[in-house]
């Protein structure tokens, strides 16, 4: 595959369609929610029939290597896609082995300081936290008043948010915050095995300890 390069606006709506093309992409991967619209959305790219896979943001294990097998399929890295599956599932088994060293009266409980709650579950499940806003809308906001009531053991933030202008800039968490705080990126694919990793490191130094 050829190197990837970013186009200002890191998410679609601050996307220049005309700014892709002049790259000649030979595949255009976009979120299956878009399918319905993407000829209005993306003009010229349309007109220029590229080759589109829509693709659903995975919600579990099982989605994140079906998601990579699909682009290994489309991209001709069968061999590869293998690879990252087999590794993928060897880390999620040495986190589920960790996962079931830690007594059930251990497990601490946490929030995610962010708008967006539907990735947080799938870490959750992954770290043995609790997570309390399983219940909520997937889709919050989530106020101080709010974490305050829930008194967590402790809050997740992520280490970039998206600010009111569609641009993503660091986060530099509330340092005013009673409770601990823990940073991540929650992205689902396979480097969600990094975010486990900090948090469990960090909540259950216990199961490192040799």
């Known amino acids: 595959m050829k190197d990837t390069k970013e186009i200002c606006g890191s998410i679609w709506q601050e996307t220049d369609d005309s700014e892709i093309l002049k790259l000649s992409p030979d595949l255009i991967i976009c979120p299956d929610e878009l399918s319905g619209d993407y000829d209005a959305i993306f003009p010229n790219l349309s007109k220029a029939e590229i080759p589109v ?6 919600e579990t294990v099982l989605e994140i290597i079906e998601s990579i097998f699909t682009l290994g399929n489309v991209t001709h890295q069968e061999q590869k896609a293998t690879e990252l599956c087999n590794q993928f599932q060897l880390e999620v088994e040495k986190l589920a082995a960790l996962r079931r060293k830690i007594p059930e009266n251990k497990r601490l409980t946490a929030v995610l300081n962010y708008e967006f709650q539907e990735d947080f579950q799938l870490v959750a499940d992954m770290t043995g936290i609790i997570n309390l806003l399983q219940e909520y809308d997937s889709y ?8 305050d009531e829930l008194t967590p053991d402790i809050v997740v933030e992520l280490n970039v948010c998206l600010d009111s202008n569609g641009i993503y800039l660091p986060e530099q968490g509330n340092a005013e915050s009673p409770y601990p705080v823990i940073s991540i990126n929650l992205h689902p694919s396979q480097y969600i095995i990094q975010d486990c990793y900090s948090i469990m490191q960090k909540v259950y130094p216990f199961l490192f300890q040799e």
Request: aromatic share 8%; glycine share 0%; charged share 35%.
């Open 140 to 147: 919050m906001e989530v106020s101080d008043d709010l974490i």
């Open 53 to 58: 896979v829509f693709m659903k943001k995975p």
